[in-house]
């Protein structure tokens, strides 16, 4: 199977010499080619260049021609952080946080993640991969190529192994490249409220080597934040996750300044995601890290949040990546042309930072930037094809409008 795309108006995010992330100001670089043309073979990417550089096609068998004339080619975003494996919806608590009920005061209350978990524990592993193969396939026609999905509604033996099981049916079945990772530690079930300890016993001594055993997870999380897990808490289950060959990640930082981007930051994680709250004190760690930053807007937006400071780490020569959070309670969203938007809009970001926030960054974050997050030759042929658009600047610009047209994954049009 073969694919030409020619007479590409602009070809998006094109490496000569691939990079596995971009920092600083080098985050403002994005190289294109005008009116250009790229070559599919099989699922890679095979070869691209300017049309008038074309020297033709000598082998015709099995090819279809696409031509792109006035639309933009860019490779396929990549959503570094989501829960899309959850049961029913939390549109309730959407509604009493417009009547003034903080995100907080609703998970205090036994809502909020408690609520996903008593919804996930009724559901089958049957129904939870047919509600995730909807939104997967949602976010694949808005243009995500390669996606990390988390347990976390489970918080029980039983729920958190069924949603890993679920996320790995879910590798089988979705054409995009996914990730794994553990989050037991989400949040404390009621039923462990004074036995956190045993809690955490449980997930390091019980689940850690299920998952280890049958290969579900890539990657550990936790929650580090006032009134779920201490910083000390998170550096002891990461420290186990690492023994059970998971990398560590973080939600750090995302309602207060509660020290997981350190903890992140000592035990290796790949990434630390929110960080509405990190101060210079984090800004200066992160510079002597090959932790990835990474900002989840729709989450922000959606509750509230302050913004993190993302002009300031990227001055600090920091790189950041953008995720959406698709998930029921802070972003019932996995739009990435969304986040790209706010990126521009709310922290502003340059078109060209927040893209290469949602690409090459993104794809660092799950450990794929050798494989996806831009146009170089050997890479997974996930792109797509917008509209007929000016620029690449019209993406963001015309925020909450659908302006992708095609979409190949793994070289074969979707
Ligand atoms: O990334 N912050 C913690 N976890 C999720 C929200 C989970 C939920 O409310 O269901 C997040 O925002
Ligand atoms: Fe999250």
């Known amino acids: 199977m073969k694919i030409l795309i020619k007479n590409i108006k ?109 919804k996930l524990h009724d559901a089958s592993e049957d129904e939870l991969v047919e509600s995730a193969m909807l939104r997967l396939n949602e976010i694949m026609l808005q243009g995500t190529g390669a996606v990390e999905i988390k347990s976390g509604y489970g918080l029980s033996f039983e729920s958190e192994l069924k949603m890993l099981r679920v996320i790995k049916k879910l590798k089988t079945l979705s054409p995009i490249t ?52 201490t910083r000390e808490e998170t550096i002891e289950i990461l420290s186990a996750g690492k023994k059970y ?52 807007p729709g989450a922000a937006f959606f509750l509230n949040l302050p913004f993190p400071p993302a002009r300031k780490m990227i001055g600090a020569g920091l790189p950041i990546a953008v995720a959406s959070d698709y998930n029921p309670g802070s972003c019932p969203s996995g739009n990435m042309n969304f986040m790209v938007s706010l990126c521009c809009i709310q922290y502003k970001m340059t078109p060209e930072e927040a893209i290469n926030a949602a690409t090459i960054n993104s794809a660092y974050a799950m450990d794929l930037s050798k494989t996806h997050g831009s146009i170089a030759v050997g890479k997974q042929a996930n792109i797509f094809i917008t509209k007929e658009i000016p620029n690449y600047s019209f993406i963001p610009y015309s925020f909450g409008n659908t302006l992708i047209e095609t979409v190949i994954i793994n070289g074969e049009i979707v």
């Open 10 to 118: 602009q070809l998006v995010q094109v490496e000569i010499n691939p990079q596995l992330k971009v920092a600083g100001k080098d985050m403002k670089n994005l190289s294109c080619i005008n009116y250009a043309w790229l070559a599919i073979e099989n699922d890679k990417i095979a070869g691209f260049g300017k049309m008038d550089d074309w020297e033709g096609i000598s082998d015709w068998t099995d090819l279809t021609i696409i031509d792109a004339s006035d639309k933009l080619v860019l490779p396929c975003w990549c959503d570094s952080h989501t829960h899309i494996v959850y049961a029913g919806s939390r549109e309730g608590e959407f509604v009493d946080r417009i009547n003034g009920l903080t995100y907080e005061d609703i998970f205090q209350r036994g809502g909020g993640i408690l609520n996903s978990a008593k």
């Open 178 to 229: 996914i990730k794994a990772t553990f989050l037991g530690a989400h949040a404390l079930p009621i039923e462990y409220k004074e036995r956190k300890g045993d809690y955490i016993k449980l997930l390091i001594n019980e689940i850690m080597p299920v998952i280890a055993e049958e290969q579900l997870a890539d990657y550990c999380d936790v929650f580090c934040e006032q009134n779920y897990f």
């Open 245 to 296: 060959g998971m990398a560590p990640k973080v939600h750090a930082e995302q309602l207060s300044n509660s020290g997981g981007t350190l903890a992140g930051i000592e035990v290796g994680a790949i990434s630390v995601d929110h960080i509405e709250f990190v101060g210079d004190t984090e800004i200066k760690a992160l510079q002597n890290s090959k932790t990835m930053p990474t900002i989840l």
